[in-house]
């Protein structure tokens, strides 16, 4: 697990909606006052903060007029109860505060803390600023005071200046991970009942830094009446079982990659050895002519052969039990009587890179294969723009699943999972290390690799996504700069056992 998440983090993920019904069932039905999980809140994000920076002595408290506001109080009157210098800033009109967030700003108050009016204030006087302004419920760009006081305060964190973002950071889409208009770059944040699924994907873990949950003490029953939008996919929930002693090669499949067109022969290459690396019991090649006897030279695990004609493709198809097609395929007219071909058999496969933009000119559609875009190539399958990909990626993969069928995995930060049953995950590992060059190639090996070992088709796909992302934070202990694909191999191989 990445260092800027907390061990604690549960894997069920909910949008806003769930997570203020699961609030609303937590008063209600379980009778536990609105206001004590105000107070459980504020107490848990100040225990935080004490734990993260323990020789923070001052703080800077922004707070809106909704309950994430409510917080802010909380965290602002323990503080200066325990000692610290404490200024709280108000955003907003504070005559629209009401309920349980007026009654903590009253009992601030009078502990004796006074509330001034934000008006581009110095924050750089502080170790912490808290961000209490904005909560769960945005859904439009922020503007006015909202977007100053949140320009203001990224203005001013620096290496002595931490953020402290309460439940989410403000002007962060709870649902999408999109940003509206601006948005609190924190160094932490501390999320209140629920995970929300913005915090993992999008722009999400770009914002939040350090992420703490804490569920306020609500009991298992409020959880139970209500299924997760998501889950949250790491490679702590994996346990690769243990090999038959007496196995041979022919127990652990044959994965067939087809690509590498002229002068592209690298990718395929590494699809290829990704495959080996991770357990696939026999590996074959089906590649340009000219790159065949290089690709066999180099690395002689690889079965590697040379496929000038479509039709040469047959008895190498007869032999593999899953086909992992796209890495350097290219766009030519080779490419597309290759893939043509392909879409001709029956077997399970793994579609990436050039393969999906073949896709994207003739859509097809069929149950068991999985399709491992990134937001441009998603892009081309729907038809949209990168921005509209990004703008919500959860939606985007379903509606990829919805056209295309099998399981979907929409690459880039925050993977997200969609499989036949529309069951979503998200990928809480990965690091910026992994944006180079053949990175999604190894993953369509792995992927395919484990299918040919016999995972079922979603989940090869959510393990072989969490493989390689736990892989890429474990290498990236030595820097990201500089992190190569090849890199993952010896990791994963330890990984796996």
Known sequence: MPDNLSRNLPHSLYRA???????????????????????????????????????????GVLCGVGNNGGDGFIVARLAHEAGYAVRVWQVGDAGRIQGDALMAREQMQVAGLAVEDFAAADFSAVDVLVDGLLGTGLSGEVGGSWRQAIEAMNHVRTAETKVLALDIPSGLHADTGCILGN??????????????????????????????????AIPTAVYAQLKPAAHRLSWDQFMPPPRNPVAHKGDFGHVLVVGGDQGMSGAVRLAGEAALRTGAGLVSIATHAEHAAMISATRPELMSHSVERASALTLLLKRASVLAVGPGLGQSEWSRRVFSALLESPLPMVVDA??????AVEPAYRDNWI?????????????QTVEQVQVDRLAATTALQQKYGGVIVLKGAGTVVVDTAGEMGICSEGNSGM???????????????????????????????????????????????????????????????
Do not use: Y
Not at 354 to 359: P, Q, S
């Open 183 to 216: 948005a609190v770059q924190a160094d932490a944040c501390i999320t209140f009942i629920g995970l929300k699924l913005g915090l993992f994907t999008g722009q999400g873990p770009a914002v939040c830094g350090a992420l703490h949950f804490d569920d306020l």
């Open 371 to 383: 399709l491992t875009p990134h937001p441009g190539e998603a892009a081309r399958l729907l038809g």
């Open 17 to 59: 909606a769930q997570v203020r019904e699961l609030d609303r069932i937590a008063i209600e039905e379980q009778g536990i006052p609105g206001a004590t999980l105000m107070a459980r809140a504020g107490q848990a994000a100040f225990a935080f903060l004490q734990q993260r920076w323990p020789g923070a002595r001052s703080l």
């Open 435 to 497: 944006a180079s060059g053949g990175m999604g190639d190894v993953l369509t090996g792995v992927i395919a690799s484990l299918l040919a070992q016999g995972c079922p088709l979603s989940e090869a796909a959510r393990q072989g996504v969490c493989l390689h992302a736990h892989a890429a934070d474990v290498a990236a202990q030595d820097g990201q700069r500089g992190l190569l694909a090849s890199d993952l191999f010896p990791v994963m191989r330890w990984l796996l056992g």
């Open 354 to 359: 050039d393969a999906l933009n073949l896709l």
